[in-house]
């Protein structure tokens, strides 16, 4: 008997998924009762595993209060709460917090939130955008856009906003062996500068960066002193610093944001993934006193807007989880796991032959793989490894996130792991027990 025909359009047409039907601490649960690690939190989401009766039992309790109140009459308990306490946490002068339902639509927001802001200051001519080369911001029309993974903006190149990209900060694959690590990250983070100059000095809105990035290269931070540098020229040319913690933010790599590590505010901060964890959709970004002001002191309206901002279920997911994160001092419990973890990644990886390099922050960790370990000769993407390592871990009941690399053979292929963070050492050794075994399988 052939299978039900599902209406459900899938992201892979004829992939024939399982169905998932439970969730517990840091294992998916599939319908035959087969039990999967989720090593990668879905995508990097899942920072709090799948049970977290805290969240849950505030999702309930918002339900039966209040499901819903559009944000043009209303504002709500756990929408101000939530912003309360993630400004009370924020770095810097971030001041503001506007929710949206996920990461594409925070990256939205704040590109036209950048553009507003110059508008409103009397800066119409500003209307260059900046981002880098590798990176990944969403899949919406302005966040693709700023992305640069030329393999998901290919077919839809017609339809994309102008924008440049320069290069990331990507010492494995780009540092030369002469290069100081602190004179890499001068010389790249100075591409900005040149690329303002060359598009006019004063007609640039935004550079848009992911401070560790996750998608297109594997958990892959910028050398010390990359940002800051960033941060002066932004500041010296009247550029905003819009930073993207879709998915290396909310503790994943060790600090409540990702830019404390580096030691740097942005103007703009997006967040997302983890600040729902997976319990609701919710996005959000934050932004400094100065931005809030212009628009405040200017039109007074912000000319965007979705019907799902500051979802009161939304936000009180949000409340439980950044509450869980700070009652239970999760951040600092990602540095130590994240020590572990990378420990036992070298322990098992390190002398492999095909492994370039292993890399990351906290609970947010990567692998390179390659040809060739001396000239990291990238494989042929036509061999596919990155999706028949997908397969062959997910058949060892491994949830983890391998990607391609790029067909120029800039990055190879690489496997993001971005594990629950109550994840315990011993799940931690299971979950690189069960990566090893599908990596020898494919590799
Ligand atoms: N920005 C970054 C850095 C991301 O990694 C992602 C998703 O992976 C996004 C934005 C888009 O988020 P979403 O898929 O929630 O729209």
């Known amino acids: 008997m052939s299978p039900q025909k599902s209406h459900v359009f899938p992201r892979h047409c004829h992939a024939n998924l399982p169905k998932a039907v439970g969730g517990d601490g840091c294992y998916l649960i599939d319908e035959t009762g087969k039990r999967y690690f989720d090593g990668s939190g879905g995508a990097a989401v899942s920072c709090l595993g799948h049970s977290n009766d805290r969240v849950r039992e505030a ?5 039966d209060q209040l499901a819903f109140a559009h944000t043009g009459f209303f504002t709500s308990d756990p929408a101000e709460a939530l912003a309360d306490l993630l ?3 924020a770095p810097g002068d971030l001041d503001r917090v506007y929710f949206v339902s996920g990461g594409s639509e925070a990256v939205e927001s704040a590109i036209k939130l950048a553009r507003q802001y110059h508008v409103e200051r009397g800066e119409p001519q500003r209307r260059h955008l900046i981002a880098r080369k590798q990176s990944y911001h969403g899949n919406t029309l302005g966040a693709l856009s700023a992305g640069g993974n030329e393999w998901r903006r290919a077919q839809f190149a017609p339809l994309l906003v102008d924008m440049t990209h320069i290069a990331p900060c990507y010492e494995y694959a780009e540092r030369p062996d002469g290069e100081t690590p602190q004179d890499y990250g001068l010389r790249v983070a100075n591409e900005l500068e040149a690329e303002i100059q060359r598009l006019g000095e004063d007609s640039v809105i935004a550079f848009i960066a992911e401070p560790v990035v996750g998608a297109t290269l ?12 960033v941060r002066e020229i932004c500041d010296q040319y009247g550029v905003l610093l819009i930073l993207d913690e879709v998915m290396c933010g909310m503790g ?4 409540l944001f990702a830019c404390d590590a580096d030691g740097v505010v942005p103007d703009i901060l997006c967040i997302a993934k983890g600040l729902g964890a997976g319990y609701q959709p919710i996005g959000a970004m934050l932004c400094s006193s100065a931005i809030y002001d212009a628009i405040s002191d200017g039109t007074g309206f912000f000319q965007h807007g979705h019907t799902y901002i500051g979802h009161p279920v939304a936000a009180a997911a949000g409340l439980a989880v950044v509450s869980e994160l700070l009652d239970r001092a999760l951040p600092a419990q990602v540095q130590s796991r994240g020590a572990y973890l990378s420990s036992a990644l070298s322990a098992a ?23 060739d370990r001396e000239t990291k000769r990238t494989f042929d993407p ?8 997908k397969k062959a871990a997910f058949a060892e009941g491994l949830i983890c996130y391998p990607m391609p690399g790029t067909r120029d053979g800039r990055n190879g292929d690489h496997v ?8 315990t050492e011993a799940e931690l050794d299971d979950m690189v027990g069960r990566l090893s075994r599908a990596v020898s399988s494919v590799m």
């Not at 990351?360 to 390659?370: N, W, Y």
């Open 59 to 63: 999702v309930k309790a918002q339900v």
């Open 87 to 89: 400004i009370e946490n």
């Open 218 to 229: 594997g958990a892959v931070p910028a050398v010390p002193g990359y940002f800051k540098r």
């Open 252 to 255: 994943r790599t060790g600090h």
């Open 349 to 371: 990886f390190g002398q492999y032959a095909h492994v370039g390099d292993i890399r990351g922050r906290g609970l947010f960790q990567g692998i390179e793989f390659v040809a």
């Open 382 to 389: 036509k061999l596919g490894l990155a999706g028949k390592l």
């Open 416 to 423: 993001l792991l971005a594990p629950p963070f109550i994840a």
